[in-house]
């Protein structure tokens, strides 16, 4: 049965924007963070079988691949009706119902809905070197490609984990048959892949843009991002903090006929972006500062990509301020209480798994063009949120200033 009626009477009485309950996902691997607000009795909320929570996803329209333990909607989004009542709905039957009222006629006509979501990474120990699937790839096994970005934002990183750096491709004098060779030896031992690859130290306040096929291993700071409609991945290091990775998670997003196929494998990287020597200069995201005075800050963190883009917005104690954007947005506060909209916004003390919240948004074109007015209530605390959007927005920066600084 369709809830067309209760959709358009929650979107009319937002005016134009919907409050999303929070979406905690767990992971069978890694250890848990502990930065995402969320009480610590809840963090094996799904069962030790599940692992803990270790991400928080916003605007999502897809679900999780997460093994078959994972309920059929994990990960995705769901619009709270009022704070008075359970009563929900997901925010891709919104968009499959409401279409281009919600998501503006371009991304209904090119991608037929919401096309990118965001997310909280949270893990205390380093992620594993691991490459996203380019489309090529990804279209041989059912699914999309996954260019990512990430953001370190100051509010959420009271600490910085077991590793505070991030790896990135390959040292550019890495030859091909080194890589593979670690590949075919990833039952035999630890392979030390990242020992071929580059670190760079996390800078809180910037980002980075990660495009499909270029290999990576995630620092152990909380992260902002937001990436394509996607969930794939390949694998390359086997030992992590002490835990062993199997080889299925090498090979999992292969065609059956090539789990074996070393070439193929090493074919999932874009061998020249990984090596290329210009790298931080190429994909390295300081913010980059739109609007900065006395009522509020506004910079774009996620830009110069055809997929996604994303903002922060700082609004100073006791201000009121209009912002208009050019398309829909997700939006979660990070920092601070005021109002959105009709709206109370503010950023969690202490979230339980299941439970409403008042941080997460979803701004429709029509509300985001015609203009959304945020009050910071706090005489002392800016009020600060992150804004996701899809590849449409028209102000989004297309290259990285030269002089963009941090």
Aim: hydrophobic share 35%.
């Amino acid at each position: 049965m369709s809830n067309r009626l209760l959709i358009e009477q929650t979107l009319e009485s937002g005016e134009g924007i919907f409050r999303l309950n929070p979406v905690f996902v767990p992971r069978p691997f890694g250890k848990a963070g502990r930065r995402l607000k969320l009480h610590p009795d809840d963090y094996y909320a799904l069962g030790l079988e599940r692992g803990s929570i270790k991400e928080r996803w916003f605007s999502s329209t897809i679900t999780a691949q997460n093994g078959p333990l994972a309920a059929p909607d994990e990960g995705m989004s769901y619009v709270a009706v009022s704070y008075d009542s359970d009563k929900k709905f997901t925010l891709k039957e919104a968009i499959d119902t409401l279409g281009s009222g919600i998501v503006g006629e371009e991304l209904m006509q090119k991608y037929g809905g919401w096309p990118m979501y965001s997310k909280f990474f949270d893990f205390n120990n380093p992620l594993f070197h691991h490459v996203h699937l380019m489309f090529e790839h990804a279209k041989k096994v059912g699914k999309l490609g996954k260019p990512e970005s990430y953001y370190f934002p100051k509010q959420l990183n009271n600490h910085g984990g077991e590793f505070n750096a991030t790896y990135f491709g390959f040292d550019p004098d890495t030859k091909p048959e080194a890589v593979k060779q670690r590949l075919r030896d990833y039952n035999k031992g630890d392979t030390r892949v990242t020992e071929l690859s580059r670190a760079y130290r996390v800078e809180l306040g910037t980002g980075w843009y990660t495009p499909p096929g270029v290999i990576h291993a995630p620092a152990s700071v909380l992260t902002y991002e937001p990436q394509w409609n996607s969930d794939v991945n390949s694998v390359h290091e086997n030992v992590v903090s002490g835990e062993i990775y199997p080889r299925e998670f090498l090979v999992a997003e292969c065609p059956p006929d090539k789990k074996n196929d070393i070439d193929y494998i090493f074919g999932l990287l874009d061998w020249e972006k990984n090596i290329d020597p210009n790298y931080k200069k190429h994909y390295f995201r300081p913010p980059v500062t739109v609007v900065s005075g006395k009522t509020h800050t506004e910079k774009w963190v996620s830009y110069a990509n055809e997929y996604f883009g994303a903002k922060e917005l700082s609004v100073e104690p006791g201000q009121e301020v209009t912002i208009r954007d050019g398309a829909a947005y997700g939006l979660i506060c990070i920092q601070g209480r005021g109002t959105l909209g009709r709206f109370i916004c503010e950023a969690p003390t202490l979230l339980r798994f299941g439970a409403q919240s008042t941080d997460e948004f979803f701004v429709s074109c029509p509300a985001a063009k015609r203009g959304v007015t945020i009050t910071n209530q706090s005489p002392v605390e800016p009020l600060v949120m992150l804004k996701h959007f899809g590849p449409n927005h028209p102000d989004m920066p297309k290259t990285v200033p030269v002089d963009a600084v941090s």
